[in-house]
């Protein structure tokens, strides 16, 4: 995992890629439904729990969704975008949390 990390980041160095300024908010919420589903598929993979058919649909569902909730919003007037930050933001931490105990706790059967 850590080696597609960071061959991805190496290829997002040598090839960037611009969007326009419009779509910021969009990708920006997008990204971070993104990161919510990799914290969690990091958890799941330390609770051996791990699913590659819930982690694929997680991804990208919980992106077109967060953007489409932005994007809804961007219409109403309505900041809707802030359930999306506010619920991922909350769910990364908390992930992080779980993921950090299962790492520095792990083979000593404390939760």
């Known amino acids: 995992a850590l080696i597609g990390i960071l061959i991805g980041a190496v290829i ?3 090839l960037p890629y611009t969007y ?3 779509y ?3 990708i920006s919420v997008a990204i971070l ?3 919510d589903s990799v914290f969690g598929g990091v958890r799941s993979n330390l609770e ?3 699913n ?3 982690f694929i649909s997680g991804f990208f569902g919980n992106a077109i969704l967060a953007a489409f909730l932005a994007y809804i919003g961007d219409r ?3 900041p809707l975008y802030y359930a999306a930050i506010f619920t991922f933001g909350g769910r990364i931490f908390d992930n992080f949390a779980k993921i950090r105990r299962l790492l520095l706790f792990k083979g000593k059967g404390v939760n």
């Open 48 to 50: 051996s729990t791990f």
């Open 76 to 78: 109403l007037g309505v």
């Open 24 to 26: 910021s908010l969009y």
């Open 20 to 22: 326009n300024t419009a």
């Open 33 to 35: 439904a993104c990161l």
């Open 12 to 14: 997002g160095f040598l």
């Open 52 to 54: 590659t058919r819930i």
